[in-house]
């Protein structure tokens, strides 16, 4: 089995679809949920399929050793975030190259960054009047939402949607793209393995 790590701080709606995706899945398996908050729900998710959880604090993340030894003591080979709002760590790109996968809740390269996460980024979205907005995964390297896009979907935005309209519309899509962009990514890993 290929093991996945997703990494969520929130409710964990996308962590779940994935979950489900992949469930009886052939070579791919959701092996933990690391979540930085021990109230998220994404926790109780995690819980109700019977998935290893762990809550990390902000020193344990970001010292090196101890945080890559429970990843290599769970042989996670892909690392998911969704909707996990820490910055990464260079070492844990470095160990996980083109291995760390995200989803942005817009088209990127626009409305990304510091600071454009969840309503932000919807608000945004709303003010500049665009005209459509949809999910983007991309991998992930030191810099917020820079790393090169594997997937986009895109949906119109109509005059009268509102800011959580668009976030509803960008959610519906998120739950469709992103479990299959993580199976995708999965089988690049497992292909590689298989080239070496
Ligand atoms: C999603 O909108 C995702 O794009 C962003 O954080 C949100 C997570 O939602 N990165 P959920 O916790 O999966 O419901």
Known sequence: MLNIAIFASGGGSNAEAIINHLKNHEYLSVRL????????GVLNRAKKHGIETLVIDREEFYKNKDFTIKLATAQIELIVLAG???LIPPFLVEAFPKK???IHPALLPKYGGKGMYGYHV??????NKEKESGPTVHYVNEVYDEGNI???????LLPTDQPEDIAA??????HQIYPVAVEIVGRFIREGKKNY
């Open 122 to 127: 919807h608000q945004a979205v709303f003010d």
């Open 84 to 86: 996990f709002l820490w």
């Open 33 to 40: 949920i690391v979540s930085n908050r021990k109230n998220a």
């Open 100 to 102: 760390i996968i995200n």
């Open 169 to 174: 519309k960008v959610l519906r899509l998120e």
């Open 150 to 156: 594997i997937l986009q979907a895109r949906c119109q």
